[in-house]
């Protein structure tokens, strides 16, 4: 059983640098995706990173100022996010794509196991 869970959510200021945590068990072959909700809105694609950790994407919007990093020893995935802004105010959540041979996907329905969210604030 796969199972997926964040942390490191928290309230920071803008201008202020966070790193997210996204540890996985069950499974080491994985494509691994950050994805983020904002309250009344829908979830949105964020970063994803390829199973052999070659290939990584990001939305426009972070590009730049959020990278996404993979711990392989132990299974963790991270993403660092600086420069915060109010706009990434959200619940950030974490999953895993296990069909490996298909290219990176950044719609959240391709993605198996989920992570049960981790709530950033971004205020002044």
């Known amino acids: 059983q796969v199972q997926v869970v964040e942390s490191g959510g928290k309230l920071v200021r803008p201008g202020d640098s966070l790193r997210l945590s996204c540890a996985v068990s069950?499974?080491?072959?994985?494509?691994m995706g950050w994805f983020r909700q904002a309250l009344g809105e829908e979830r949105e694609f964020v970063a994803v990173?390829?199973?052999?950790?070659?290939?990584?994407n990001y939305t426009d919007s972070v590009r730049g100022r959020f990278s996404i990093s993979r711990d392989s020893v132990n299974n963790i995935i991270y993403l660092q996010m600086d420069n915060l802004k109010p706009d990434d105010t959200a619940v950030y959540f974490c999953?895993?794509?296990?069909?490996?041979?298909?290219?990176?996907?950044?719609?959240?329905?391709?993605?198996?196991?989920w992570g049960q969210g981790t709530q950033v604030t971004v205020s002044s």
């Open positions: 999953a895993a794509d296990v069909d490996v041979r298909l290219p990176l996907r950044r719609y959240s329905r391709a993605y198996d196991f």
């Open positions: 069950g499974r080491t072959s994985y494509h």
């Open positions: 990173m390829s199973a052999d950790s070659g290939t990584i």
